[in-house]
């Protein structure tokens, strides 16, 4: 009877990967029968645990889930194996229930987003849905990545095709058209992609690119949004494959499966520098360095970092294939801690706002979310979260730096309050960002520094909603001043029609001071 219930299972799972590559553009596919996965393997179930005692929530079983990406109202866009060269999203999460999940029958279902099922590279200039992808979706540890920004603008690694591709959101021009903008089917540039796997994106909206054939690259906002792009390269990583940033897109944090290594890049400075506890061991092949995978054996020490991800307070989580663990080092200490054990083969995952992990279980053909598993990212974000201002000298004020506040939850923020502490050298003379901003959406904060004494003076900008929610950016300047007075000459003098007068200065300068001193006379006329 057990030999006949699995060949059952397996006709249903065949059945739903041909509906799945057969539908029409708008349809839906079924992504398994209603499904209880506790039926489905009660030794994987009781197994698999998480260090903060929730049990995860299987979204979707029966799809072989490569590569996960969120959007800002926790919107799953994913790839398929089983429906190669396709990007989807999934519908009916709403119908989920929140516990009990062991016990819960799976109900969400997959949407066609983009791709036509055809291995190519035709398609830029037209619809999404009818273009042709080249996806890499062979390997447990290496995938073709994706990413979406908050105005639902989607990039797509299309790493057969070395390019980039871009997905116009809803709200753009061209709606849903699909456009090269990097790589080798994109206007020709300086800088090249080879092997373009994992993507993310920064709240400014760069672009962060892990090209397996050594090289993490950028695509600046202003030329992500455009088919002319201007690729720079950050840093130099060996192998790498998956990439992941803080919220405040100050840090990158890169895998290599090859190697096991796992990398921290300032994305301001460009250092570099080795994550503890994952060391590099360039002799290993990715094939020996990954052999183990999905055994669940915690004897075996060689990790294999399949994905990354990190959480809103910076914490780091990592996907290793080999023992079938999640594990977590802590932003502050660098400790790794397990964060969740017993999964088979997990791969890539994403964390949503409020601190639920979603992760592909690749051995098991489903999707799972962890619910709290890490710290949740602040409803507010502000960007640039650091600027030092130039030199002024009192009683003056510089021109002004833009600071963008970006609301990054799907419901809008009310009772908003701008301020700065200590209040005494910084301002804000303009600002559009009002009481309230709408869901995933930003505003901009222009500061000045307007030094009340000479010396390193800093404050922090404060933004706070009515949830008692904030954000925070570092100011900081110096303040200048000089000392200027008359050398034998009066104060008054009077100059015929035609005639000259002369005024004798001195200018002490402070220690900083080092500019120029415009002096202005006024004239009255007897």
């Known amino acids: ?17 041909l509906a799945i590559a057969q539908m029409s553009p708008t349809s839906e596919a079924a992504s398994g ?11 994987q179930s009781s197994a698999l ?3 903060n005692g929730n049990e995860p929530l299987v979204l979707a ?25 396709r990007i989807f999203t999934l519908t009916g999460l709403a119908d989920l229930p929140a516990s009990d999940a062991w016990a819960s029958p799976v ?51 299309d790493t057969l095709n070395s390019t980039i591709r871009r997905i116009a ?148 989580f990592v996907a290793d294939a080999n ?45 799972l979310k962890f619910t709290n598993m890490g710290q949740p990212a602040s409803n507010l974000t502000l960007t640039p979260s650091s600027f030092d201002f130039p030199n002024q000298p009192t009683g003056g004020a510089t021109a002004t730096q833009a600071f963008t506040l970006m609301n990054n939850t799907a419901a809008a923020v009310s009772g908003l309050t701008i301020s700065f502490i200590p209040n005494t050298d910084f301002q804000a003379p303009s600002n559009n960002c ?6 995933a959406s930003p505003c901009t904060i222009n500061v000045d520094f307007a030094p009340s004494a000479t010396g390193a003076r800093t404050a922090t900008l404060s933004v706070t909603d009515s949830g008692g929610d904030s954000a925070t950016a570092n100011l900081s300047g110096t303040g200048d001043d000089y000392e200027i007075a008359l050398n034998g000459s009066s104060m008054e003098q009077s100059a015929f029609q035609g005639g000259t007068v002369t005024f004798n200065f001195n200018v002490t300068p402070d220690s900083v001071f080092g500019g120029t001193v415009t002096i202005v006379c006024p004239a009255s006329s007897q």
């Open 49 to 51: 645990s998480a260090a």
């Open 323 to 367: 023992s079938g663990r999640i594990l977590r080092a802590d932003a502050k200490s660098s400790q790794i801690t397990v964060a969740a054990s017993g999964l088979n083969l997990p791969g890539d995952m994403s964390f949503d706002v409020s601190g639920n992990l979603y992760v592909a279980e690749q051995g098991a053909e489903r999707l």
């Open 33 to 43: 029968a209603r499904h209880d996965a506790r039926s489905q393997s009660e030794g």
């Open 1 to 17: 009877m057990r030999r006949l219930l699995i060949v059952c299972a397996t006709m249903v799972s065949m059945f739903s990967v």
């Open 434 to 439: 009002g009481t309230s901003l709408a869901a």
């Open 107 to 157: 109900t969400a279902r997959l949407a066609l987003v983009a791709g036509n099922g055809i291995a190519g590279s035709l398609g830029d200039g037209g619809s999404a849905l009818n273009s042709q992808f080249d996806l890499k979706l062979d390997s447990m540890v290496l995938r073709s990545g994706i990413a979406v920004a908050p105005d639902g603008t989607i990039f797509v690694a």
């Open 169 to 316: 959101g809803s709200d753009s021009s061209e709606p849903g058209i699909v456009r090269s903008v990097a790589g080798r089917w994109a206007p020709r540039q300086e800088v090249t992609l080879s092997e373009p796997l994992g993507l993310a994106l920064d709240r400014a909206g760069n672009l962060y690119i892990a090209d397996h054939a050594g090289a993490i690259e950028v695509l600046p906002a202003a030329t992500a949004s455009s088919s002319d792009a201007r690729l720079v390269v950050l840093a130099h990583v060996i192998s790498a494959s998956s990439i992941a940033l803080t919220v405040d897109g100050a840090k990158a944090f890169v895998g290599s499966s090859d190697t096991g290594a796992i990398f921290e890049i300032d994305t301001q400075t460009r250092a570099i520098r080795a994550v503890a506890g994952f060391p590099a061991q360039p002799n290993a092949s990715q094939e020996s360095r990954c052999a183990q995978q999905g055994s669940g054996s915690l004897a075996n020490t060689t990790v294999c970092p399949a994905a990354l991800a990190v959480d809103g307070k910076g914490n780091l």
């Open 61 to 85: 079983s029966g799809v072989a889930v490569r590569a996960i990406a969120l959007d800002s109202r926790a919107n799953v866009y994913l790839t398929n194996a089983t429906a190669p060269d």
